[in-house]
C-alpha cells in the first residue's frame, strides 16, 4: 500500500516556515520547512537528521491563501522517517514525514480553513 493511500487526510503543496522548540533528540540547529501538508501530517525539508519516533513540538505559520496577516498553529508531531536526499542543499537535504499526534482543536480549525483557501 502506497504513503498516499495509507493517508487519511489530502495533503495541499505548501511551503510553510516551521519553528522546531527544543526537546530531546531533536538538534538544536534543526530547521524545518514544509513541503506538503494536511490535517493530520506534513513532508518537511530539513537540514538535519532526525531519528524516526522523536516527538517535535513545533509551530506552523501559516501565509497566503485567504489570510489578511500570518496566523500560527502549535502542534505535535512524530517523525515516521527521515530520508536523506542525494545531492540536496544542506538546508533541505533531509526528509521528514510527520504525523501530528495532538492539535489544539481550534488550531486544527485554523489550518483547515487555511488548507481549503490555498
Do not use: W
Not at 495541499?12 to 501530517?41: M, Q, Y
Not at 519516533?53 to 517523525?79: F, N, Q, W, Y
Not at 510527520?98 to 486544527?108: C, G, H, I, P, Y
Amino acid at each position: 500500500m502506497s504513503d498516499a493511500e495509507k493517508r487519511r487526510h489530502h495533503r495541499h503543496l505548501a511551503l510553510l516556515e516551521v519553528r522546531v522548540l527544543p526537546g530531546d533528540g531533536v538538534p538544536a540547529d534543526v530547521k524545518l520547512a514544509t513541503i506538503d501538508i494536511g490535517t493530520g501530517g506534513a513532508l518537511c525539508a530539513s537540514n538535519r537528521p532526525v531519528d524516526a519516533d522523536a516527538i517535535l513540538r513545533l509551530t506552523l505559520t501559516l501565509i497566503g491563501g485567504a489570510l489578511r496577516s500570518p496566523a500560527t498553529v502549535d502542534v505535535e508531531a512524530r517523525v515516521l522517517r527521515c530520508t536523506q536526499r542525494a545531492g540536496a542543499i544542506e538546508s533541505r537535504r533531509y526528509e521528514l514525514a510527520l504525523q501530528f499526534t495532538r492539535v489544539d482543536a481550534e488550531d486544527k480549525k485554523r489550518l483547515q480553513a487555511y488548507l481549503n483557501n490555498i
